[in-house]
Nanobody
């Protein structure tokens, strides 16, 4: 069983920053790709960022390139997403997720956690 516990969400004003964290346990170590996707009410799921924990290769959606940074602490088995220059369009529930492929096709991860809410006000 894969366990992913995300945290760090909150409410910020446009231009602000947040750092999301995700602690992975259980069978999560079987999945070399860790990442984040988000979903806003009434919108489709959107892949945000992914990292291949073996090589450290990173992948970003065009909408967040240059603003978000994904990283992984192997010793702590913790995934991070540093989000800078946030804007209201970034408002969504953010989910920590894993998969075998990086990024997975259509950013459809195999397993994900409970989500953490990010709200950006203008």
């Amino acid at each position: 069983q894969v366990q992913l516990v995300g945290s760090g969400g909150g409410s910020v004003q446009a231009g602000g920053s947040l750092r999301l964290s995700c602690v992975a346990s259980g069978l999560a170590h079987q999945y070399r790709c860790m990442g984040w996707f988000r979903q806003a009410p009434g919108k489709e799921r959107e892949g945000v960022a992914a990292i291949y924990t073996g090589s450290g290769s990173t992948y970003y959606a065009d909408s967040v390139k240059g603003r978000f940074t994904i990283s992984h602490d192997n010793a702590k088995n913790t995934l991070y997403l540093q989000m800078n220059s946030l804007n209201p369009e970034d408002t969504a529930m953010y989910y920590c997720a894993v998969d075998l492929r990086c990024p997975p096709p259509q950013w459809n991860f195999r397993a994900w956690g409970q989500g953490t809410q990010v709200t950006v006000s203008s």
